[in-house]
């Protein structure tokens, strides 16, 4: 028999990582303040069948009804050998018509053969039709007095709200890494299957929160290894999953290592690792790295412990102006590749542009340097070869300053370089205009007017109404008046994303929503 099966939990002090379910549920049977209808709710392998039946056993053990079935009375072995007559467990995936939720109604009115209660566990009840659901409102409207309904759904929000508002809902979570960890411990420990704690964590990190998805691949590991299971035996046995890679590339990026950055993602892109999941992986650590600043209590549940220690310690070696633009730059290589096809040129172009940060002259660079000088962290670049130095450009450098030189043509390049400038400006009259703001270009300068290019004519009108405030931010930062004018761009079917916003909140937002 499978892990999972020979390890579910019989009681809910056995069920991991559910701590508010089981306090909540062990004091309404405590009390005899039981429901006629309950959800559980979650992601896969969170334990919702398996406190389903807990709860089953709970309602109809000889003793009870109690919070603790003895698992040993004739009503509790029947319902753990599943042979029990008055506790129904139905899969709404393949049950979900009108007509078997007919059956179920007309079955539910005759008294239970031989136990208490009848129970009924409706797995992946967001299955039902629109037709069964509204046939099994009925029901749940008014049940007899010797039903319990326990309905099973990894999304609830499928469900109708007028079933929805009938149950008692319970939320499963996600069960945190190192809950994780240390249950699949003392599992390989009973089965004596020896296990590295590396290997644990590995396991644990692609189990993605399912104790469930955890005990199988542990199982298939034991089976596979020959000896000590270890962290490289799980990449053999499941494939590279692109985290140690993503681990090499943050360490390379933050010692500023461009030839290394480049040789890592090479040697990635040799293991067969999916360039799109290495871009979602360096996010995720950079993502750690920008909570550890803030509040590295919150890596508890997504990170082992040694790894949340390494990332608090990763931590202090960037600002966090740094962190966030790591994050922009990946989360608009992550957008790009969706139109571009090519995502290890975007993963090398991010990780480059945040490596090679000193020789970037985007306005995003230029203050993630002054961001550092102003922390005091500024780390001295290694020198150069010889080989490598280059004459002096006598070309500008690019304006740091708010105000450009009046001297001088004023080049459509100027306008670019201080249009953060006139964008905080503006903003700070108006914040309303932000998000239009932050999609508005300069294109060109057609005589004594700038030319702001928009992806659509609302955008455009917006900012129309509000020229004057515009121009004055111009004058203001430029030293020189210019009248604006609005293009609206032609959008093509294989237009690029919307770029990632500026404001860490909702920056990580929009990372949130393109990983999901």
């Known amino acids: 028999m499978s892990l999972y099966r020979d390890w579910r939990p019989k009681s809910f002090a056995e069920l991991v990582g559910q701590e508010a379910v089981v306090r909540t549920l062990t004091s309404a049977i405590s009390s005899g303040k039981l429901a006629h209808a309950y959800l559980f709710s979650g992601p896969r392998g969170s334990g919702k069948t398996s406190a389903a039946k807990i709860l089953a056993r709970c309602i109809d053990c000889v003793n009870g009804p109690t919070p603790t079935p003895d698992n040993t009375c004739e009503n509790c072995v029947a319902i753990l050998s599943g042979t029990a007559l008055d506790v129904l467990e139905i899969d709404a995936a393949s049950n979900r018509g009108i007509d078997e939720i007919r059956a179920l109604r007309d079955a539910v009115k005759f008294a239970p053969a031989a136990m208490r209660m009848k129970v009924y566990i409706i797995d992946e009840a967001h299955m039902l039709t629109k037709e069964g659901a509204n046939a099994f409102l009925k029901t749940l409207e008014e049940p007899p007095p010797h039903a319990v309904f326990i309905l099973a759904t990894t999304e609830p929000e499928k469900l109708p709200l007028t079933i929805l508002s009938r149950c008692q809902r319970y939320a499963f979570r996600r069960i945190a890494i190192p809950v994780m960890i240390e249950r699949m411990r003392e599992i390989a420990a009973a089965e004596k299957i020896p296990i590295d704690d590396s290997a644990l964590s590995a396991i644990a990190y692609r189990a993605d929160g399912g104790l469930r998805d955890a005990l199988t691949m542990l199982e298939q590991a034991a089976a596979f290894a020959d000896g000590r299971i270890d962290a490289p035996t799980v990449e053999l046995a499941f494939g590279a999953s692109g985290r140690t890679y993503a681990r090499t590339l943050l360490d390379r990026a933050i010692a500023r290592d461009a030839a290394g950055v480049l040789k890592t993602i090479d040697e990635a892109s040799d293991a067969g690792t999916d360039m799109q999941v290495l871009i979602r992986g360096m996010i995720a650590e950079f993502r750690n790295l920008l909570v550890a600043r803030i509040d590295p209590a919150l890596l508890a549940r997504d990170l082992a412990p040694a790894d949340a220690e390494a990332a608090v310690r990763r931590s202090k070696e960037l600002t966090q ?138 955008f455009a009108e917006t900012l129309k109404d509000n020229a004057k405030l515009i121009e004055d931010a111009i004058a203001e930062v430029l030293g020189t008046p210019l009248r604006v004018r609005f293009r609206v761009e032609a959008v093509s079917k294989n237009a690029s994303p919307a770029p990632p916003p500026d404001d860490p909140d909702e920056l990580l937002s929009y990372i949130n929503e393109r990983m999901t």
């Open 321 to 458: 102006a740094q962190i966030v633009r790591a994050l922009r730059l990946l989360a608009e290589a992550l957008s790009t590749v969706r139109s571009s096809g090519n995502p290890r040129l975007e993963l090398e172009t991010a990780l480059l542009r945040f490596t090679l940060a000193a020789e970037d002259p985007t306005l995003d660079a230029i203050a993630s340097r002054v961001s550092v000088l102003e922390s005091g962290a500024l780390q001295p670049a290694a020198p150069k070869p010889a080989a490598q130095i280059k004459t002096p450009s006598t070309e500008p450098p690019a304006p740091v300053a708010e105000k450009t030189s009046p001297n001088g043509p004023l080049t459509i390049q100027k306008v670019r370089s201080a249009w953060q400038s006139i964008r905080t400006r503006v903003e700070g009259e108006r914040q309303s205009l932000r998000t239009q703001l932050s999609r508005a270009q300069p294109e060109a300068i057609e005589g004594n007017a700038l030319v702001i290019k928009l992806p659509n004519a609302i």
